[in-house]
């Protein structure tokens, strides 16, 4: 009996060797070496001496020694062979949690040919100038050096990857990099015009297929994508079974009061079709609206679909599988459900992405993004040289990857990129982070360091080419009026409290020459009394902040006090303080800041005549009382009453 040490049986698992199979092949362990650093003798004409573990007991790991297999001995060369070759996972795609990233999702395109509720905003997107975008060769060039490092599988997403002019060639082109490594080239597609163009597709190396199809009635799909052309997706679907392309799947987003009724219709597709139909909860991207009230759990869908198929069975998942899948007694098809709101499958993500305008994404939901295709088009950037730089930065970007994406309450309120520009699976321009981490020779070529968004540098294997005084960024704070989308809307006041509030604002309006407070003291100015009109300007302009302010909630106010005071150092000056109240929902600073605004204006108006060259000075609010985030005072500043 020999005891295989832990960290090595570890090891042969987590490259997906199985432990008998490798105790037979003594020369696997100079793989194993290369992965774990660690000497491990093994004699081929005997078997092979391995190490107790003194620290921990593994009764599993207890295995009969093991022979020569019966295998002809061209096979038997043909595995060792294999086996003598066998190269360790890229650390530049093995994050911190040991997860390598052998799925690589690129965008080839922000166009899309439909305008769906839940990833187009309303309003549109902004496309990027063309040169902005990738070019086929960029594409094929990050394809290949990803492919190298051990990227198996690869999917094309857009927006619409089929309305690319060369998406036949281009797929014919990624087919080749099978012959280096590349097992699986998927494409995820809303079948508008695929059927003309999928067998070319098939017969250039595209090996699986998603479509996006959330609904089965024509007038709801019209509803729902804003254009016609249910009967185009159904024909491609048609096609793909024609041309046995496995997996085939079908995603649905289910949303509550929308599509959730046509579960069992989905469900009915695959009966007698060796079709997956997945069930996707609704996520939060940028301008798509997303309310909890519209998303439908996993749970309850799949209590929904147990009420009337009690006989649903789980199906064993694959270790990098993004939905938990089942199947119904009978039928040719399966069912899934990706439940990236109510249960992440954070802890088994291997994917990556690239965007369609060449930043690299290391979570869907974390819009920290550097960009590769600047860094491919400064001098020698598809060279050596540049490869070595471009692997450097993924690798980084790659170890800033967080364990688990952020829980529902925070992808609520997230900035992130619209879905239609992350590829399946949305592109808002969002405000860069100081690259804190990125090595700055690897930043010196023009525009390169504004394409780069930071990556946490706390367990950061590169820190030796990171200058020494680099910190992380500070917390993005939000804009209460604006959405994710970058769309202005008014706070939503419904739910708060009423309780008093106060708020207290000061201006001051200095002058360039002494005539101009002369009038005011005389109360001869020619256009009237300067105060007594501007305290009545202060108190007309907080009551209308409303129809001034375009997101301001018209309130009750209670009590509007306008303070003037003359001052007359040097030329002279007219200080402002304004102090609003109102019992209500939300504050009144902005009521104050009107006051103090509309009195120094007025002032400004009314003396013009005398002093052009008066300045506006100090406006800011001083003080706030009431209302959830307490209360606030200036530090410093003393509060003066008109004399």
């Known amino acids: 009996m020999v005891a295989l040490p832990t960290a090595v049986r570890r090891a042969l698992t987590g490259q997906g060797i199985h432990i008998q199979a490798a105790l037979q092949y003594p020369r696997l362990y100079t793989a194993i070496h290369k992965i774990h650093r660690r000497s491990i003798v093994s004699n081929a004409a005997t078997a092979p001496l391995y190490t107790q573990n003194t620290n921990e007991s593994f009764q599993n790991d207890i295995f009969v020694p093991p022979t020569r297999p019966n295998l002809p001995a061209t096979e038997f060369s043909d595995r060792m062979a294999a086996i003598k070759e066998a190269k360790p996972f890229s650390e530049f795609l093995t994050d911190n949690f040991n997860r390598q990233h052998n799925y690589l999702r690129i965008s080839i395109t922000e166009r899309c040919n439909l305008r769906c509720l839940y990833c187009m905003p309303e309003e549109g997107i902004d496309l990027s100038p063309p040169s902005h975008l990738l070019t086929t060769e960029e594409i094929l060039h990050l394809a290949k050096l990803f492919v190298s490092q051990g990227v198996t599988k690869i999917r094309l997403t857009g927006g619409e990857p089929t309305v690319r002019k060369d998406i036949v060639d281009l797929i014919t082109e990624l087919g080749k990099l099978k012959a280096i490594g590349l097992k699986e080239l ?350 009545i300007a202060g108190i007309m302009a907080a009551k209308k902040t409303s129809e001034i302010i375009p997101l301001c909630h018209p309130i009750s106010i209670s009590k509007v006090q306008v303070n003037l005071r003359i001052r007359d150092d040097g030329n002279g000056a007219i200080d402002i303080l304004t102090i609003v109240t109102c019992d209500g929902k939300t504050g009144v600073e902005m009521e104050a800041l009107t006051a103090a605004t509309g009195a120094a204006l007025t002032v400004y108006d009314m003396c013009k005549a005398v002093d052009k060259n008066m300045i506006l000075d100090g406006t800011r609010v001083v003080e706030k009382v009431g209302g959830k985030s307490g209360d606030w005072r200036e530090e410093g500043w003393v509060e003066w009453s008109e004399s």
């Open 186 to 535: 998927a494409m995820t597609t809303n079948g508008i015009s695929l059927a003309r163009k999928l067998p070319q597709m098939v017969q250039g190396g595209l090996t699986a297929l998603n479509l996006s199809l959330d609904t089965l009635d024509e007038f709801k799909f019209q509803f729902m994508t804003r254009r016609k052309g249910l009967s185009n997706v159904l024909k491609s679907i048609d096609t793909a079974l024609s041309l046995n392309i496995q997996p085939l799947k079908v995603n649905c987003v289910v949303m509550s009061k929308v599509n959730v009724d046509e579960i069992p219709s989905f469900l009915a597709m695959t009966k007698d079709q060796p079709i997956e139909v997945r069930f996707i909860e609704y996520m939060p991207f940028a301008g798509n609206k997303w309310e909890s009230g519209k998303m439908i759990t996993y749970q309850e869908m799949l209590d929904q679909i147990r009420q009337s198929h009690p006989d649903l069975q789980k199906v064993q998942d694959h270790k990098n599988d993004t939905s938990k899948t089942y199947q119904i007694p009978g039928y040719k098809g399966k069912l899934g459900f990706i439940t990236s709101m109510t249960h992440n499958f954070c802890g088994t993500c291997n994917r990556l992405r690239i965007t369609s305008d060449g930043n690299i994404k290391v979570c869907l939901f974390d819009n920290a993004e550097v960009s590769l295709r600047d860094m491919m088009r400064r001098d020698g950037g598809m060279g050596p040289e540049g490869e070595k730089r471009l692997l450097e930065v993924i690798g980084i970007a790659v170890k800033g990857k967080k364990e688990k994406h952020a829980g529902l309450g925070e992808l609520e309120t997230m900035p992130n990129r619209p879905m239609i520009l992350i590829g399946n699976g949305y592109q808002q321009r969002l405000p860069s982070k100081t690259p804190s981490n990125i090595p700055t020779y690897l930043l010196s070529a023009p525009h390169i360091g504004q394409s780069v968004r930071a990556y946490s540098t706390s367990r950061n294997p590169y820190q030796s080419v990171i200058a020494a005084d680099s910190q992380d960024p500070a917390p993005a704070q939000k804009l209460t009026h604006v959405l994710p989308s970058g769309a202005a809307h008014m706070v939503p006041i419904h739910e708060k409290a009423i309780t008093t509030r106060t708020a207290k604002a000061v201006s001051m309006i200095r002058f360039s020459n002494p005539e101009a407070v002369k009038l005011i003291r005389s109360n001869s100015n020619k256009k009237g009394d300067v105060l007594s009109i501007s305290r």
